[in-house]
T-cell receptor, first 121, second 112 residues
Framework: GAVVSQHPSRVICKSGTSVKIECRSLDFQATTMFWYRQFPKQSLMLMATSNEGSKATYEQGVEKDKFLINHASLTLSTLTVTSAHPEDSSFYIC?????????????????FGPGTRLTVL | QKEVEQNSGPLSVPEGAIASLNCTYSDRGSQSFFWYRQYSGKSPELIMFIYSNGDKEDGRFTAQLNKASQYVSLLIRDSQPSDSATYLCAVNSMDSSYKLIFGSGTRLLVRP
């Protein structure tokens, strides 16, 4: 159980193009999905939190117009990197949380997708 | 002060030994604690979670939580070379989201 898929696993694109990454929870409904970025040998960096049917909440310093997030259903969230540049090259990882019960000492576990390695030439 | 702190390592142990990974957190109200394993080039994988003070065992893994000291640890018994990875400690965020606050991870190296 608790499987999260991500597609594509690897993408190479030219500078200036847009890239869409899909994240799906396969066997549970995800109240909340998260998007992270990780540069080589660095920590996970949370980019944004998304809830189904509402606007994503972006972390400080993350450009919402550049990283478009859509959470259309309880099992699907997408991240679109618009007008990608070489500095956007990174490992993008989504996670999904079933989020039972709400805030206050209940489950917050997150299940991660396999990640998407983006290379912008 | 970082919210979740881990020693970056590497922690090097011989095969068969017990590996002890430690994590401290700053928010005394935190209630959910998680350990993830991340192999190089891969995404994190949930190993264990713990909510109550004390020990929680799952196979070769034991998570220990001490809320008074704001300390959580992961013990790996009978360490194997395949356990060599980065171990991430995560703590629930105290805002109303379901965010987790991650430490920067401890790299574990198990020598054959």
């Amino acid at each position: 159980g608790a499987v999260v898929s991500q597609h594509p696993s690897r993408v190479i694109c030219k500078s200036g193009t847009s890239v869409k990454i899909e994240c799906r929870s396969l066997d549970f409904q995800a109240t909340t999905m998260f998007w992270y970025r990780q540069f080589p040998k660095q920590s996970l960096m949370l980019m944004a939190t998304s809830n189904e049917g509402s606007k994503a909440t972006y972390e400080q310093g993350v450009e919402k117009d550049k990283f478009l997030i859509n959470h259309a259903s309880l099992t699907l969230s997408t991240l679109t990197v618009t007008s990608a540049h070489p500095e956007d090259s990174s490992f993008y990882i989504c996670s999904a949380s079933p989020g039972t019960g709400g805030f206050g000492g209940t489950y917050n576990e997150q299940f991660f997708g396999p990640g998407t390695r983006l290379t912008v030439l | 002060q970082k919210e979740v702190e881990q020693n970056s390592g590497p922690l090097s142990v011989p095969e068969g030994a017990i590996a002890s990974l430690n994590c401290t957190y700053s928010d005394r109200g935190s209630q959910s604690f998680f350990w993830y394993r991340q192999y190089s080039g891969k995404s994190p994988e949930l190993i264990m979670f713990i909510y109550s003070n004390g020990d929680k065992e799952d196979g070769r893994f034991t998570a220990q939580l001490n809320k008074a000291s704001q300390y959580v640890s992961l013990l790996i018994r009978d360490s194997q070379p395949s356990d060599s990875a980065t171990y991430l400690c995560a703590v629930n965020s105290m805002d109303s989201s379901y965010k987790l606050i991650f430490g920067s991870g401890t790299r574990l190296l198990v020598r054959p």
